[in-house]
Each structure stands twice: as C-alpha cells, then as structure tokens.
C-alpha cells in the first residue's frame, strides 16, 4: 500500500513499495504544474502507472539513485514505453546497469532491461521538477555510483540504499566499501541537519538526527 501524499509548500512526495523486496520508489511532483518524477522504478509498473493516474500527474523523468535490481528493474521498460529521460545514477554504476538481465535471473526477478541514462548525475548537481531545484549529493559505498536527491526547501532526502531506519546499506555487493559508505552518511548526509527526514530504500523514514543519536552504525557521528 503507498503511503498518503505529503506536501510542504508546492512540493508533494508519495512512496510506493515495489518488488518482492519492498523497495520504496517515490513519486516526487510539482503541485503547481503536475509535473512528477519517478525515483526508482524497480518494478511494478502497473501499480505505479495506476498512482500516476489517481494522482493526476503528468511524469517526465526517471530518477535513479542505483542501479541494483529492485531500484531499476523496470526503468528501461518505463522509458521505452513512455520515452521518457533517464537521469542518474552516477557513472560508477554502469557495470550495474550493465548486468541487471543477470540479476533480475540471481534474485528471480521479471527479466529487466539494460539503458543508457539520458544523463549521468555527478555530486552538486541539480535536477528540476517545476520551478523547484533538487540538488545531488554522490554518496559510494552502497555502490560506487550512489546518488541521493536533497529537497532542501522540504526537508527531504530521497537516499536510496545509504542509510535506513537503524541500520546502513550492505557493503558486500561488488564494488561496495563499508569506510566509504560511512563517509558518505557522516560528510555527505548530515550536513543537510538534523531536522531532515529521509525517505530510504526499504521501511520506514526517520530523520537524520534521530539516526545521529540512535543508529548503531553511525550513532554519534
């Protein structure tokens, strides 16, 4: 089930949970204009096609914060059939993209599609929806091409698979690195403050104060 729509200003978010893994792809919009974004199309097309529909939004971007599996399964299939633009991830993940027909068969996925974004993103970048600028921030360790969507003016952060609810992305997969992710969370991350919430790529959001006093990873950092 998706979460309610949440506003702050003309800026309205909505998560959905896609794949057998509950990966939470957001719909980020502008309320002025309907004009929507999709972070993290991992699958599910029909159900996040259907949430467009309610939603009365007219989508014009993918956004990609990573390109494993249960993040960008369906990007290449939405792309094609919508011809829409593909923005992110960093180029350090094109060897994902490039292997997700084998990781769709690894984690029995629907067969997924390789791509080649529209455009790779790189840290300080900035990305548009309306009038609203969304900035990037590079943030490795998950995977080498990492990014994270910050709407400063919403307080939200939209991190992917970099920080959770009491926990930290695996470092395990190819190309992950557990010190790199940490520096990732403690220099790229906590300096957008305390009071921001984030929304994660799996379970529930917090904030990155809540996590700075309470995380047992990066607890007091």
Known sequence: MSAAAI???MLKYQTIPVTPFAQNCSLI???????AAVIDPGGDLDRLMDAVSTLGLNLRHIWLTHAHIDHAGGTGQLARELDLPIIGPHPGDQFWIDALP???????FAPAETFQPTRWLNDGDTVSLGAHEIQVRHCPGHTPG???FYAPQIKRAFVGDVLF?????RTDFPQGDYDT??????QRLWPMGDDTVFIPGHGPESSFGRE???NPYVGGT
């Open 212 to 214: 700075r006093q309470s």
């Open 165 to 169: 609810a009491g926990s930290i992305g």
């Open 146 to 148: 990492h990014v994270v």
């Open 29 to 35: 919009w502008c309320d002025e204009i309907k004009e």
């Open 102 to 108: 084998e990781q769709s068969q690894m984690f029995k």
């Open 181 to 186: 992710l940490i520096s990732s969370i403690t």
């Open 7 to 9: 506003m702050w200003g």
